[in-house]
T-cell receptor
């Protein structure tokens, strides 16, 4: 049963704490992505990775960090430097940039910073 | 500066009628366009896509039209069903397979 899993679904943290969001895929996809969704806005790209051990900043990378040590895993750390971390975070994966490539999304993690 | 715009925040349609969701873009380098459907507190689900070399793509009740000269695409849902009620996002692909998303349109299908 192939897919993308994100855990946990809901996450609460105190202000000033770093927190890591998990994203795992068993689709054998090369590329993985992290997006953030805020109310009334579209999805905004935080970081993406086209291949293991390589990643690039997206449009809103400040205050976030990622790693890509394994093909199936792309964890996102929300650091204390992120000014407004409360949001819905979505992970996606794709075959990686070829014509007609489609990104598939996980169920998301709702992060609330208290 | 928004490169992908969905100017209608919401749309209400009667069950059985046609739903038309619109999307405008500014970047002529976009080569691929996608529509996603999203329920609250869930991840977006891929619906349908179209390459920039085509002007129409159809999949069951869903048809996407692309007008490159106007930099406009639309998603037609016929017939609309109550289960289609969701937020619909238009997305456009730029280099490196990065997607740029519109802000979304809330579709409500009334029974």
């Amino acid at each position: 049963d192939g897919g993308i899993t994100q855990s946990p679904k809901y996450l609460f943290r105190k202000e000033g704490q770093n927190v890591t969001l998990s994203c795992e895929q068993n689709l054998n996809h090369d590329a993985m992505y992290w997006y953030r969704q805020d109310p009334g806005q579209g999805l905004r790209l935080i970081y993406y990775s086209q291949i293991v051990n390589d990643f690039q900043k997206g449009d809103i990378a400040e205050g976030y960090s990622v790693s890509r040590e394994k093909k199936e895993s792309f964890p996102l750390t929300v650091t204390s430097a992120q000014k407004n971390p409360t949001a819905f975070y979505l992970c996606a994966s794709s075959n990686g940039g070829r014509a007609g490539d489609t990104q598939y999304f996980g169920p998301g993690t709702r992060l609330t910073v208290l | 500066d928004q490169q992908v715009k969905q100017n209608s925040p919401s749309l209400s349609v009667q069950e059985g009628r046609i739903s038309i969701l619109n999307c405008d873009y500014t970047n002529s380098m976009f080569d691929y366009f996608l529509w996603y459907k999203k329920y609250p507190a869930e991840g977006p689900t891929f619906l349908i896509s179209i390459s920039s070399i085509k002007d129409k793509n159809e999949d069951g009740r869903f048809t996407v039209f692309l007008n490159k000269s106007a930099k406009h695409l639309s998603l037609h849902i016929v017939p609309s069903q109550p289960g289609d009620s969701a937020v619909y996002f238009c997305a456009a692909r730029e280099y490196g397979n990065k997607l740029v998303f519109g802000a979304g349109t809330i579709l409500r299908v009334k029974s």
